[in-house]
């Protein structure tokens, strides 16, 4: 097993190497300068070029790259050329936020889809059941932005049940217990939109991963000795039916971050993705590459978190 | 007239359908359980709807699609404008007509992509394993990584916006999933009997793979698409509405909810960015009722 994990781990370094590259001369390739709207107007194209060879800009790509390598290994990612900081200083409150917001989303929906899931397959092809399969394809299939928009013309606006957009109410003055639910407010309606197409997607599995589970024969053995229904669903399927589930879960976190720019978008909420961006819209290199990088290496250990889960969870499961 | 063509379009397709696989029963099974499955045949039939609209697009649409009237700005509907009028005095019914021809052209063409990398990069990895198998399988993995719309972007940048360049976007990002679904198949099927005569009887690597693996797996291969052309028109429609899509003048339905990033036409101007919301809505839908139906058709496990 801890073999299993080290090699894993190891696994990361190549992977993220590659994705480094290809990151690199991607953005290398994007037309635009990083510096345009930072140059003084009045200095002579000599000078530009004088302070942008300090900076190294004309050197090769391949040198340009092992630069920042050699730096990103000692947790150096450079200085952002929009924010005029150092890039992790101007990323660590933006990876909190994009916390708080995915934390909320994956607990609202995970409270949310199991139940339902498994309601759903106990009674399965019920009126409940029909609803709630409906749903759930209907939670897949409208567009993320949409929804949002919708929730803030007709809750927000009309309604007037919860703030339109930020963080916080902004110059409020409030503190402490006021604060707190002031913020809590502000999170409801970005969560409801992150978290409805990974409620719909857990939600299916769940239930089908419920019904797998039922026609097993420990379930019939279980069944014959005399046990109660809730017994049988609760104790005997349902443990069973969650390993799977849970995989899917930690599945739904690369999803949750990189894919919360649409919704941190339409409720300017100052998260990664967003941050991410802005920094391809003003060619911010040093940027674009520290909040890719933080981006992967979380896909990947969230990856890593779901197999070992596997392993954790079902001791069927061995590996080498 | 549109219900009577509808009804031949679907005609049209049961025709193709047994024509193609004749004497094939699972295929036979397959489509007599999705005729039963009401959700996936509802959806075939909007589709069929939608599709038809947006082929006679010019034929049916009540105004040019970039045709502007400079007294009917920002109209509410009327009768002259069954859904309004934009900012620029452009017909939204229009407008939305034309639309759907490029989301559901980007839908298809995308996923059409992805479809020929992905079933390629399986395959091979499958089939030939090893070294090449480990290669392929860390592209995958490195591929999967991606946080998808800034990589999306990124490119979109560097190409430039149209709708070409969505359609290699969108199908250059996500064939991976599909990539895995048939690695995995066709390592379990390359070791049945039939393939090990194949070998013997001297065929080739790629015609093993395109006469007798493929078609033994073309059934996941088929739901994948049919899901993927509806993930392939919420990405169109994502990519658009940031500004990185479809670009005005040519309509597409993410570009036209963008307008509701105004505050005054998000609040006052419900008909230039609903509509188009719920038709996508609508559509992408449709999709899924099909694939999943397809999907529980043509799952062998669930004979009767």
Redesign the interface.
């Known amino acids: 097993m801890r073999k299993y994990i080290i090699r894993r781990l190891l696994l990361i370094i190549?992977?993220l190497l590659?994705?480094s590259i290809?990151?690199f001369s991607?953005?290398h390739?994007?037309?635009?300068d990083p510096f345009a709207h930072l140059i003084d107007p009045n200095m002579t194209p000599e000078d530009k070029d004088r302070m942008l060879e300090a900076v190294g800009y004309f050197d090769p790509l391949p040198v340009q790259y092992l630069r920042w390598v050699a730096g990103a290994v000692q947790g150096e990612f450079g200085h952002s050329i929009r924010f005029k900081e150092d890039v992790l200083k101007v990323m660590w409150p933006r990876i909190q936020n994009t916390f708080v917001l995915s934390l909320s989303a994956m607990i609202f929906s995970t409270l949310l889809a199991i139940p339902l899931g498994i309601i759903s397959a106990t009674k399965q092809y019920s009126v409940f059941d029909y609803i709630a399969t409906?749903a759930a394809?209907?939670g897949?299939?409208?567009?993320?932005?949409?929804f949002g928009?919708?929730l803030?013309?007709f809750v927000a606006?009309d309604l007037g049940l919860f703030p339109i957009a930020g963080m916080q109410t902004v110059a409020s003055g409030y503190t402490g217990w006021q604060l707190l639910v002031d913020k809590a407010r502000h999170l409801v309606l970005p969560t409801l939109v992150l978290g409805l197409a990974s409620t719909a997607s857990l939600m299916r599995y769940t239930r089908s991963s419920m019904l797998e589970c039922v026609k097993q024969d420990y379930i019939r053995t279980a069944r014959a000795k005399g046990l109660s229904e809730r017994v049988v669903i609760y104790k005997h399927a349902l443990r069973n039916a969650l390993i799977p589930v849970i995989t899917i879960l930690s599945m739904q976190i690369?999803r949750l971050?990189?894919?919360a720019?649409?919704t941190e978008?339409i409720f300017v909420w100052p998260g990664l993705?967003r941050l991410?961006?802005q920094a391809?819209m003003n060619r911010d290199y040093p940027m674009?590459m520290g909040?890719?990088t933080v981006?992967?290496i979380v896909?990947?250990l969230s990856n890593l978190f779901a197999d070992l889960m596997y392993a954790v969870l079902d001791p069927r499961i061995r590996y080498q | 007239m549109i219900n009577k063509d509808e009804n031949k379009l679907v005609n049209n397709k049961n025709v193709e359908n047994k024509t193609m696989l004749k004497g094939i029963s699972p295929w036979k099974i397959a489509f007599s359980r999705l005729k039963k499955n009401k959700l996936a045949l509802t959806g075939l039939v909007v589709l069929s709807i939608l599709i038809f609209l947006a082929i006679t697009a010019d034929f049916i649409a009540p105004h040019g699609r970039d045709h502007i009237d400079l007294f009917n700005v920002n109209t509410a509907p009327s009768s002259e404008y069954l859904l309004g009028t934009d900012e620029l005095g452009r017909d939204v019914l229009s407008r939305l007509i034309f639309g759907g021809q490029v989301s559901l052209s980007v839908g298809l063409i995308a996923t059409s992509i992805a479809l020929v990398i992905g079933v390629m990069m399986g395959a091979i990895a499958g089939y030939t394993g090893g070294l090449v198998d480990n290669a392929i399988m860390r592209i995958v993995d490195i591929v999967m990584c991606f946080p998808f719309f800034v990589i999306a972007i990124v490119i979109a940048s560097i190409l430039g916006p149209s709708i070409w360049n969505v359609m290699f976007v969108i199908g250059a990002l996500s064939w991976t999933g599909l990539a895995r679904i048939v690695r995995a198949e066709i390592l379990t099927l390359k070791e049945k009997e039939f393939i090990e005569a194949a070998k013997s009887l001297g065929l080739e690597g790629h015609e093993i793979i395109t006469k007798h693996l493929l078609p033994n797996i073309l059934a996941p291969i088929l739901v994948f698409a049919t899901l993927g052309i509806a993930g392939a028109i919420l990405v169109e429609a994502g990519l658009s509405f940031l500004g990185f899509g479809v670009r005005q003048p040519q309509p597409s339905w993410g570009n036209m909810i963008s307008a509701a990033q105004s505050m005054t036409v998000l609040r006052l101007r419900w008909w230039q960015w609903i509509p188009p919301g719920l038709l996508i809505f609508i559509t992408v839908l449709s999709i899924n009722f099909l694939g999943d139906g397809l999907r529980d058709a043509l799952d062998p496990r669930l004979k009767q």
């Open positions: 190549p992977v590659g994705i290809i990151i991607l953005i390739a994007m037309p635009g409906v394809f209907i897949l299939s409208i567009p993320v932005f949409f928009l919708m803030i013309k606006f690369p971050i990189s894919g720019l649409l978008t993705a991410s961006f391809v674009i909040t890719v981006m992967s896909v990947m």
